[in-house]
């Protein structure tokens, strides 16, 4: 169900569905911090997923500086449409 709506996402750029692109593993790492940040709301003491979070925070960063090494153009599209930063900071 997520997965088709991220595929939606990535694929008007491009016609294949590439779910191995960095840009995919951004959405889809992207949509794990949001629910594991929902969750942590709730359950404040949950350390295991804290510690989880922050790794997947930490691949998602190294994920997203590969991609602007790469194509600064894709990168700053993918930061907009998932409202991660704000643009005037990059």
């Known amino acids: 169900m997520l997965k088709k709506s991220f595929i939606s996402i990535?694929?008007?750029?491009e016609?294949?569905?590439?779910r191995g692109s960095v840009a995919f593993q951004i959405l889809?790492?992207?949509?794990r911090?949001?629910?594991l940040s929902a969750h942590l709301e709730l359950h404040r003491k949950d350390y295991l997923s804290k510690r989880?979070?922050?790794k997947i925070l930490g691949k998602r960063q190294r994920m997203l500086s590969y991609l602007s090494k790469k194509n600064r153009i894709r990168y700053k599209q993918l930061i907009n449409q998932l409202n991660i930063r704000d643009s005037k900071t990059r």
């Not at 889809?28 to 949509?31: G, H, I, M, P």
Request: charged residues 45%.
């Open 28 to 31: 889809r790492l992207t949509n």
């Open 33 to 35: 911090i949001r629910t």
């Open 10 to 13: 990535i694929s008007y750029e």
């Open 52 to 54: 989880g979070l922050r």
């Open 15 to 18: 016609k294949e569905e590439k």
